[in-house]
């Protein structure tokens, strides 16, 4: 009798296991859209950190004083290829060196805006009771407020300076997160893994910040990327009405707030090169955070 | 022969009756016009600054003014005489002269439309200098007699100022002052209904109430102010039609050049100011409405003496002087607009000096100070200016230049009322500042902007100190002989020059665009803001 060897059940090996990020990774590498936004992004950051390297101008340098007309309002040329202003500076440099300018801003007024939303959201959600009730409140009032007036409110009182403007932005603008925060946390904290965790002796501060809040983050992440592109019209805004970055310092705002002045003129170099920096930043910021939206949700998973 | 002569004749005769009927001026219409900044006062007593004085202008009387071309003309007064030693100053009023009858709506006002007599301006005058009003401007007539008592509250009334009789008022001075009856034109100096001031009390500044052509409807902030016609209205024309011809102004408040510009062009506006962006355009499009004159003004950063760095600093105030190219700047960057500033007093002004060594554009000169001043390696201050993208400009362009030789300018920009306030209150150490005549002497310049005793709002805002230029000033404000009076101004302005509290920057050029249609409208030398629209009209 032939005995055949049983059979070994091959088991299918399981597959290797796969983070979120690694999955989200995966489809946005499918997302021609989102790739292209995150391309401009780096272009952009790229920009930020070698712009003294690759600009051959001083961006604060006033070529009239030593070349006289001819430097003054300059059209495109070799020389100066998004031409001079009227003080014959160098545009092409000032608009390098405006992606300084606007990232910072955003970068920073985003972090400010995190830390505050994420830690008051964070314990409106997992509290609840009067805690959330003050918090929400809190949130309710300042939303109510016309945002871009509060912001000018703040910074008119203050001296005029790029560390107020976005400062004032961070203050103004931590409520979406403090929001998603607390959505989130809410029907998370009723999870089993956390009624783990407090079984096993964990403070409410491990639970809040080592156990929920990663699971809580693409929310946040996609939130601050797509705020990026906000966050950079704001300030040029800002700067366009008279605060915000004072000059000398190429941003953005300021060259298409005098610029404009000089559209009707023919000197259109001055305010339109600038304008298509910032749309183009503010494309990629939303291009790549909308990809990251549709990679970061587990529930898109085809 | 005969016959064709009457046939010229006839022409002559006909052409001009052609003439004539084309300039018959048509009344009514709305005066479309704008102001760079909202005022801040409308009460006389109060204002100190153009944009005010452009529409107190409107709604206020003085008993003499300043005509398109500088010179003192009657207004409420008809004529004056002046004694011997020009101690007493005798005004003979203009009959039927009334206070606005209704304002803000065709609500009456507490006077009742009252006729003007010469204790309305006998009470004015103890209104304006009474201490409790704190009017800054109420030292330019401090030479009437028993001023200094009435200020310091020893007398109830102002002892140098009675009425005759209803139609007569008199000044006497407690010493001789030259300029005195061209200083009675300045803003400040018009007639008030006491009935309404009283009324108002606190609020007057907000419901203003004059003889002026026009009456006040409303004032909204930051946003627009509008004027009517008043009915009553003294003045009548050539033919004895009555004035003004318009029926109302409108001014509103765009901050913006650039909008003032498209609003002009599409004609929501009859009259602007043109920034440098389209001053060639304007030039071109509208050759026959754009006009321009030499305006008796200053444009000048103001080194605060009392504060760091610029206190007991002599060489760092002359180096800001050395290092700025007034020249180029005026060429590539105002268009050549301007007048690049020697000294304080702008030409065209008594007393004014072709001569005056001022201060050339000599940067190893600027940094040789700056060493000498203790500042090797530069410093760092901050410029603090009025929200205008005009003196942003300029703003901008120094910087440049100062950071050539090492100093480091930080713009710091404050609505206007905010900047003149601080400014007045010796808080600034750096500030931009413009002087445009009050009245045309150099006294005014001179010294209102520099004499110790006016530190402050009263227009020293340098808060500058020196007793022989104190001297030399005070002086000349007495002397009637003008040859020393020009001496004494050239020698006190040679001082300032030296010391330095101010940059000087450029002297001021007026220049004001109308539409084609706008007729009867003169840019007076004092500048457009000083225009009166009793007699403007349009053509459409």
């Given at each position: 009798?032939?005995?055949?060897?049983?059979?070994?059940?091959?088991?299918?090996?399981?597959?290797?296991?796969?983070?979120?990020?690694?999955?989200?990774?995966?489809?946005?590498?499918?997302?021609?859209?989102?790739?292209?936004?995150?391309?401009?992004?780096?272009?952009?950051?790229?920009?930020?950190?070698?712009?003294?390297?690759?600009?051959?101008?001083?961006?604060?340098?006033?070529?009239?004083?030593?070349?006289?007309?001819?430097?003054?309002?300059?059209?495109?040329?070799?020389?100066?290829?998004?031409?001079?202003?009227?003080?014959?500076?160098?545009?092409?440099?000032?608009?390098?060196?405006?992606?300084?300018?606007?990232?910072?801003?955003?970068?920073?007024?985003?972090?400010?805006?995190?830390?505050?939303?994420?830690?008051?959201?964070?314990?409106?959600g997992y509290?609840g009771?009067?805690?959330?009730?003050?918090?929400?409140?809190?949130?309710?009032?300042?939303?109510?407020?016309?945002?871009?007036?509060?912001?000018?409110?703040?910074?008119?009182?203050?001296?005029?300076?790029?560390?107020?403007?976005?400062?004032?932005?961070?203050?103004?603008?931590?409520?979406?997160?403090?929001?998603?925060?607390?959505?989130q946390f809410l029907s998370l904290r009723e999870k089993e893994f956390v009624e783990?965790?407090r079984?096993?002796?964990?403070?409410?501060?491990?639970i809040?910040?080592?156990?929920l809040?990663?699971?809580?983050?693409?929310?946040?992440?996609?939130?601050?990327?797509?705020?990026?592109?906000?966050?950079?019209?704001?300030?040029?805004?800002?700067?366009?009405?008279?605060?915000?970055?004072?000059?000398?310092?190429?941003?953005?705002?300021?060259?298409?707030?005098?610029?404009?002045?000089?559209?009707?003129?023919?000197?259109?170099?001055?305010?339109?090169?600038?304008?298509?920096?910032?749309?183009?930043?503010?494309?990629?910021?939303?291009?790549?955070?909308?990809?990251?939206?549709?990679?970061?949700?587990?529930?898109?998973?085809? | 022969?005969?016959?064709?002569?009457?046939?010229?004749?006839?022409?002559?005769?006909?052409?001009?009756?052609?003439?004539?009927?084309?300039?018959?001026?048509?009344?009514?219409?709305?005066?479309?016009?704008?102001?760079?900044?909202?005022?801040?006062?409308?009460?006389?007593?109060?204002?100190?600054?153009?944009?005010?004085?452009?529409?107190?202008?409107?709604?206020?009387?003085?008993?003499?003014?300043?005509?398109?071309?500088?010179?003192?003309?009657?207004?409420?007064?008809?004529?004056?005489?002046?004694?011997?030693?020009?101690?007493?100053?005798?005004?003979?009023?203009?009959?039927?002269?009334?206070?606005?009858?209704?304002?803000?709506?065709?609500?009456?006002?507490?006077?009742?439309?009252?006729?003007?007599?010469?204790?309305?301006?006998?009470?004015?005058?103890?209104?304006?200098?009474?201490?409790?009003?704190?009017?800054?401007?109420?030292?330019?007539?401090?030479?009437?007699?028993?001023?200094?008592?009435?200020?310091?509250?020893?007398?109830?009334?102002?002892?140098?100022?009675?009425?005759?009789?209803?139609?007569?008022?008199?000044?006497?001075?407690?010493?001789?002052?030259?300029?005195?009856?061209?200083?009675?034109?300045?803003?400040?100096?018009?007639?008030?209904?006491?009935?309404?001031?009283?009324?108002?009390?606190?609020?007057?500044?907000?419901?203003?109430?004059?003889?002026?052509?026009?009456?006040?409807?409303?004032?909204?902030?930051?946003?627009?102010?509008?004027?009517?016609?008043?009915?009553?209205?003294?003045?009548?024309?050539?033919?004895?039609?009555?004035?003004?011809?318009?029926?109302?102004?409108?001014?509103?408040?765009?901050?913006?050049?650039?909008?003032?510009?498209?609003?002009?062009?599409?004609?929501?506006?009859?009259?602007?100011?043109?920034?440098?962006?389209?001053?060639?355009?304007?030039?071109?499009?509208?050759?026959?409405?754009?006009?321009?004159?030499?305006?008796?003004?200053?444009?000048?950063?103001?080194?605060?003496?009392?504060?760091?760095?610029?206190?007991?600093?002599?060489?760092?105030?002359?180096?800001?002087?050395?290092?700025?190219?007034?020249?180029?700047?005026?060429?590539?960057?105002?268009?050549?607009?301007?007048?690049?500033?020697?000294?304080?007093?702008?030409?065209?002004?008594?007393?004014?000096?072709?001569?005056?060594?001022?201060?050339?554009?000599?940067?190893?000169?600027?940094?040789?100070?700056?060493?000498?001043?203790?500042?090797?390696?530069?410093?760092?201050?901050?410029?603090?200016?009025?929200?205008?993208?005009?003196?942003?400009?300029?703003?901008?362009?120094?910087?440049?230049?100062?950071?050539?030789?090492?100093?480091?300018?930080?713009?710091?920009?404050?609505?206007?009322?905010?900047?003149?306030?601080?400014?007045?209150?010796?808080?600034?150490?750096?500030?931009?500042?413009?002087?445009?005549?009050?009245?045309?002497?150099?006294?005014?310049?001179?010294?209102?902007?520099?004499?110790?005793?006016?530190?402050?709002?009263?227009?020293?805002?340098?808060?500058?100190?020196?007793?022989?230029?104190?001297?030399?000033?005070?002086?000349?404000?007495?002397?009637?002989?003008?040859?020393?009076?020009?001496?004494?101004?050239?020698?006190?302005?040679?001082?300032?020059?030296?010391?330095?509290?101010?940059?000087?920057?450029?002297?001021?050029?007026?220049?004001?665009?109308?539409?084609?249609?706008?007729?009867?409208?003169?840019?007076?030398?004092?500048?457009?803001?000083?225009?009166?629209?009793?007699?403007?009209?349009?053509?459409?």
């Amino acid at each position: 009798m032939n005995v055949a060897e049983p059979k070994t059940t091959v088991i299918k090996e399981t597959p290797k296991g796969t983070s979120l990020y690694r999955d989200s990774w995966v489809r946005l590498k499918r997302n021609k859209l989102a790739l292209f936004g995150g391309f401009l992004v780096i272009i952009i950051i790229f920009l930020a950190i070698f712009a003294d390297v690759i600009t051959v101008y001083d961006p604060t340098e006033q070529l009239i004083w030593k070349e006289g007309a001819k430097a003054k309002l300059a059209s495109p040329s070799w020389e100066h290829p998004f031409g001079t202003d009227l003080f014959g500076r160098d545009i092409l440099t000032r608009v390098i060196y405006g992606t300084r300018i606007s990232l910072a801003i955003a970068l920073a007024s985003t972090i400010i805006s995190m830390i505050i939303g994420v830690f008051l959201g964070a314990c409106a959600g997992y509290f609840g009771g009067w805690v959330d009730s003050i918090i929400s409140w809190l949130v309710n009032v300042i939303y109510s407020f016309p945002f871009l007036l509060f912001i000018i409110a703040i910074v008119a009182y203050l001296p005029p300076s790029m560390w107020l403007t976005f400062i004032a932005i961070g203050c103004v603008n931590w409520m979406r997160y403090a929001r998603l925060i607390r959505g989130q946390f809410l029907s998370l904290r009723e999870k089993e893994f956390v009624e783990a965790a407090r079984a096993l002796g964990a403070n409410d501060f491990a639970i809040m910040f080592k156990h929920l809040l990663p699971n809580a983050l693409s929310p946040i992440i996609v939130n601050a990327t797509l705020g990026m592109g906000g966050i950079i019209m704001l300030e040029a805004s800002l700067t366009f009405l008279g605060f915000g970055t004072q000059p000398p310092t190429p941003s953005w705002g300021n060259m298409i707030s005098e610029g404009q002045r000089w559209l009707s003129s023919g000197q259109w170099w001055w305010a339109i090169f600038p304008g298509i920096a910032i749309s183009l930043t503010v494309l990629g910021f939303n291009l790549l955070g909308d990809g990251l939206r549709d990679a970061l949700d587990p529930r898109l998973k085809d | 022969m005969r016959k064709f002569t009457f046939f010229v004749v006839c022409i002559m005769v006909l052409s001009l009756t052609v003439v004539c009927f084309a300039e018959t001026p048509k009344y009514g219409g709305v005066w479309k016009d704008a102001l760079q900044q909202n005022p801040p006062y409308l009460d006389p007593a109060m204002a100190t600054d153009t944009t005010s004085a452009e529409i107190d202008y409107q709604i206020f009387e003085t008993l003499v003014e300043n005509d398109t071309e500088g010179d003192l003309v009657p207004l409420l007064a008809e004529s004056w005489e002046v004694n011997g030693d020009a101690t007493e100053v005798v005004f003979h009023l203009r009959k039927g002269v009334k206070f606005h009858a209704a304002t803000e709506g065709g609500v009456p006002t507490a006077n009742g439309g009252r006729e003007v007599t010469a204790h309305d301006w006998v009470w004015t005058f103890n209104y304006i200098c009474d201490p409790a009003t704190n009017s800054p401007r109420a030292y330019f007539v401090e030479f009437i007699k028993g001023y200094q008592e009435y200020m310091d509250g020893k007398v109830d009334s102002l002892a140098g100022v009675s009425a005759l009789d209803d139609y007569t008022l008199k000044f006497e001075l407690s010493q001789k002052f030259a300029p005195f009856v061209s200083v009675l034109a300045y803003n400040t100096f018009v007639v008030l209904p006491r009935e309404d001031v009283e009324k108002w009390d606190e609020n007057w500044n907000f419901h203003p109430v004059g003889t002026g052509p026009f009456t006040f409807e409303y004032w909204n902030q930051d946003d627009k102010i509008y004027l009517s016609k008043n009915e009553n209205y003294w003045g009548k024309d050539d033919n004895g039609n009555p004035l003004p011809y318009m029926d109302a102004l409108e001014f509103r408040i765009i901050e913006d050049y650039s909008v003032m510009w498209e609003e002009f062009k599409v004609e929501n506006l009859y009259q602007t100011y043109v920034d440098d962006p389209y001053y060639l355009e304007a030039k071109e499009t509208y050759a026959d409405s754009f006009f321009e004159r030499p305006q008796l003004g200053t444009f000048y950063f103001g080194m605060n003496m009392e504060l760091p760095p610029f206190k007991d600093n002599k060489p760092l105030r002359q180096a800001m002087n050395y290092a700025i190219n007034r020249e180029l700047l005026n060429e590539l960057v105002l268009n050549n607009r301007q007048t690049p500033a020697s000294g304080i007093l702008p030409p065209g002004m008594f007393g004014y000096n072709p001569d005056l060594k001022g201060y050339n554009y000599d940067p190893a000169k600027a940094r040789e100070l700056l060493k000498e001043a203790g500042y090797p390696n530069g410093l760092e201050i901050t410029l603090q200016y009025n929200t205008s993208t005009f003196n942003a400009r300029i703003a901008e362009a120094l910087q440049a230049q100062y950071a050539q030789i090492g100093i480091k300018v930080n713009l710091e920009n404050l609505e206007w009322g905010t900047h003149l306030d601080t400014t007045a209150n010796g808080e600034v150490p750096f500030f931009r500042m413009a002087w445009v005549c009050d009245y045309n002497d150099p006294d005014n310049f001179l010294y209102v902007l520099l004499h110790s005793e006016n530190k402050g709002a009263k227009g020293n805002y340098t808060r500058y100190h020196n007793p022989i230029f104190d001297m030399l000033t005070a002086r000349a404000r007495r002397e009637s002989d003008p040859n020393i009076r020009k001496e004494l101004y050239q020698e006190a302005e040679a001082i300032i020059v030296d010391e330095a509290p101010m940059v000087f920057i450029y002297h001021h050029t007026t220049d004001s665009l109308i539409q084609p249609y706008v007729q009867n409208y003169v840019l007076p030398s004092f500048g457009q803001y000083s225009n009166k629209f009793t007699k403007v009209w349009l053509d459409i």
